[in-house]
T-cell receptor
């Protein structure tokens, strides 16, 4: 079956513009995660969704970042009024369940460049 | 603060040689430790997942060890191949919190002829 897919693969935008990044998790996976990988840094947790529960937004760096997951499947990460420091690779992952040693499967990422 | 530190930062070895990558963590309470391989431009791919009760786990030429007392882990790669060139990331999960992961910055491995 298909793995986690993300779109677009690359996005170049101007400072101040809004961007939307999309993630299609593996079918049937109830947990979905967003991470950010800045140059030379480890992956940084942003937000995760588990089923119909309220998302854990504790990793979002500012109120310019938001995410939603419609119908328990596709998720969209939105960054408003982008800043140059938002430039990074944004990775999405999904797992069958949250918690414990459930394996997270990662998508290829979206490389965001803010000029 | 939960942290994961890896060493060395980068490593170059000849094809066919073995190598060992190190990981120290301060994540608490500990749930599990994972090693991921990330090829350039790709998402990370899981190699091994170990819980508190496991002290070694193998996946082909990859063998991970875990010492939960000293909070250290290692990833040993045997008979390296050119395709092993990648970033190897140590990741630790704390109990609770829905499996949020704390990532190390990775060891960049290059295997040369």
């Amino acid at each position: 079956g298909a793995g986690v897919s993300q779109s677009p693969s690359n996005k170049v935008t101007e400072k101040g513009k809004d961007v939307e990044l999309r993630c299609d998790p593996i079918s049937g996976h109830t947990a979905l995660y967003w991470y950010r990988q800045s140059l030379g840094q480890g992956l940084e947790f942003l937000i995760y969704f588990q089923g119909n529960s309220a998302p854990d937004k504790s990793g979002l760096p500012s109120d310019r970042f938001s995410a939603e997951r419609t119908g328990g499947s596709v998720s969209t990460l939105t960054i408003q009024r982008t800043q140059q420091e938002d430039s990074a690779v944004y990775l999405c992952a999904s797992s069958l369940l949250a918690g414990g040693p459930n394996e997270q499967f990662f998508g290829p990422g979206t490389r965001l460049t803010v000029l | 603060k939960n942290q994961v530190e890896q060493s060395p930062q980068s490593l170059i070895i000849l094809e066919g040689k073995n190598c060992t990558l190190q990981c120290n963590y301060t994540v608490s309470p500990f749930s599990n430790l994972r090693w991921y391989k990330q090829d350039t431009g790709r998402g990370p791919v899981s190699l091994t997942i170990m819980t508190f009760s496991e002290n070694t786990k193998s996946n082909g030429r990859y063998t991970a060890t875990l010492d939960a007392d000293t909070k250290q882990s290692s990833l040993h790669i045997t008979a390296s191949q050119l395709s092993d060139s990648a970033s190897y990331i140590c990741v630790v999960s704390a109990k609770g919190g829905g499996n949020k992961l704390t990532f190390g910055t990775g060891t960049q491995l290059k295997v040369e002829l």
